[in-house]
């Protein structure tokens, strides 16, 4: 059985309650953990808050060494972890392995900016003679970092990364179906010499775990990637403690394909960024804006590429598809679908569960296209969290961008032409806090990432994110 990780050390709860991890390919048992309640919640957040000072005050090249260290071990581990995270997530096996390795380069990227003394305060000229000022960069304290299950390992290497290397503690808590590669990268890294307290991970409830975690005052940073409606009630939450949030929410993403575009390219990455992770991911295309002239073409490049995708449990070595994570999850797909269907959509690729072996036992759904989707459809207006992928002709750039933009979301966004005006229009006009033209909707450590509108607010990746786990105090020096 996995444990928990609290103050250095393996920690199983008190109840004696465990969490069953279940394959969501097979529903087979993949492992017990201990389901923390509020006791254990509470240990880890005093075991950061004690750990804090120290890590704090520990010099930046050495807080570097340590995680360069624990990320270094992570990569000697990275087929463990990722069969970890296939048998609890379900997404196929190599793409387990990519994200496993994004958690390493993240721990990496974020060290290498503390090693380097990147990470910096201002020097400023006061307009008193013999006076300057200082902005002096301070970590927060104890961040508790809330993940949800789709990328569990990318997820917290975003929020532990930044947080670790300016000095703060965190307590990390995993959604509680994709514990495990948490748990064991949480392990290699106290292996590879974090002060204990520093690093903690619990199990549990949103409704217990995550609530201690808001609601404890010794908590001072909340990073939360998950749903709106959780988001909201966080940030709510939150605000009675007047914690500093950064909220990673939900998304609609369009993708824009103009009339001059490369349809080959288009519709090779809308397959890959609908279709990647079963669907469920919050940077996803989750709808289409053709113009009409080339929609014909483009529907049929996509209704290949949908047919073609081999879905197969994440451990199978072909697998470019794996089940989605729940049974809730498929459901709520296939209410999207019917909604469309019954008001007038066409299914153009599958639509359907997938049968026999070896899919009786998991939450397989078929890549799915549809068109000719009323605006009144609920795939337009809500986020569909599957592989399903609404496709709608628009007559030009103009139509385009009004219906990008009228969703409740603003995560990300893409446009496809080979003109530059009309890449220059889409990045000044889309609502998203991301827009890529001609390629794939990847998120790059390099450049900070987050959404607007209900998607969120605050920053991962970049340097723009040191802003959100630090704060920066002015100091007046005089010389006497
Ligand atoms: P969720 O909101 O149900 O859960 C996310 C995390 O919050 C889990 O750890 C859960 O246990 C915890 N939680 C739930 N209720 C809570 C509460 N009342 N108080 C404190 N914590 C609570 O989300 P999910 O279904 O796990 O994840 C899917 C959602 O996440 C999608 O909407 C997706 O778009 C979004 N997401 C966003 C990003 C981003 O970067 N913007 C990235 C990935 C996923």
Redesign the pocket.
């Known amino acids: 059985m996995s444990t928990m990780v609290i103050d250095g050390k393996p920690a199983t709860a008190r109840s004696g309650k465990t969490v069953e991890i279940r394959d969501p390919a097979t529903g087979d048992l993949v492992d017990n953990v201990p389901q923390a309640g509020v006791d254990e919640t509470r240990q880890a957040i005093d075991a950061a808050h004690t750990a804090f000072r120290a890590w704090a005050d520990t010099l930046p090249a050495k807080r570097a060494q340590i995680l360069m260290k624990g990320a270094a071990l992570a990569r000697q581990h990275l087929d463990e972890v990722a069969l970890l995270l296939t048998r609890e997530q379900g997404k196929p096996l190599r793409d387990s392995k990519i994200e496993a390795e994004r958690f390493v380069e993240n721990i990496e990227f974020y060290a290498s900016l503390s090693a380097s003394g990147a990470i910096r305060g201002k020097h400023v000229q006061l307009s008193v003679p013999g006076a300057f000022g200082l902005v002096v960069r301070r970590p927060l304290g104890v961040v508790g970092a ?6 569990p390992l ?2 917290l290497a ?1 929020k532990i990364a930044p947080a670790l290397a300016v000095g703060n503690t965190v307590v990390a ?5 994709t514990p495990l590669s948490t748990i064991r990268l949480v392990e290699l890294m106290n292996e590879g010499g974090l002060p204990p307290g520093v690093l903690n991970v619990v199990v ?4 217990v ?3 201690e ?2 609601k404890n005052p010794k908590v001072r940073k ?1 990073g ?8 909201k ?2 940030m709510a ?1 939150a605000a009675s403690d007047l914690k500093h949030v950064t ?5 609609s993403d369009p993708a824009i394909v103009c009339d001059d575009a490369d349809l080959e390219q288009a519709s090779k990455a809308i397959a890959i960024g609908r279709f990647f992770n079963a669907g ?5 295309v989750k709808r289409v804006y053709v113009f009409d002239s080339v929609a014909d073409q483009l529907i049929e490049k996509l209704t290949a590429r949908a047919k073609k995708l081999k879905v197969a449990p994440g451990s199978d070595a072909s697998s470019q598809m794996g089940p989605m994570h729940t049974a809730g ?1 498929r459901e709520t797909i296939e209410a999207q679908l019917k909604d469309a269907v019954d008001r007038g959509a066409r299914i153009l690729a599958g639509g359907k569960r997938l049968r026999g072996e070896p899919f009786d036992g998991g939450f397989f759904f078929e890549p799915t296209i549809i068109t000719d989707v009323p605006w009144e459809a609920r795939v337009w207006r809500e ?1 569909t ?1 599957g592989p399903l992928l609404p496709i709608a002709r628009v007559k030009d750039l103009e139509e385009a961008l009004e219906k990008a933009n009228d969703s409740e979301f603003g ?1 990300g966004s893409s446009i496809f032409t080979r003109d530059l005006k009309r890449a220059q229009v889409g990045i000044d006009r889309l609502d998203a ?1 991301y827009t890529w033209v001609n390629t794939i909707q990847v ?1 790059y450590d390099e450049l900070p ?3 607007t509108k209900h ?2 607010f605050g920053k ?1 990746h970049g340097v723009e994110v040191l802003d959100f786990y630090t704060e920066q105090k002015s100091a007046v020096v005089v010389g006497v």
């Open positions: 809330i993940i949800p299950w789709n990328f990318t997820l975003n808590k995993p959604a509680s179906t549990g409830p949103g409704a775990v995550g609530q975690l808001i909340i939360f990637t998950g749903e709106t409606q959780t988001g009630q966080v939450e909220l990673e929410l939900g998304g469920q991911a919050c940077l996803a999850g986020e969290f995560l806090g998120a990432f987050g959404g998607s969120g991962e």
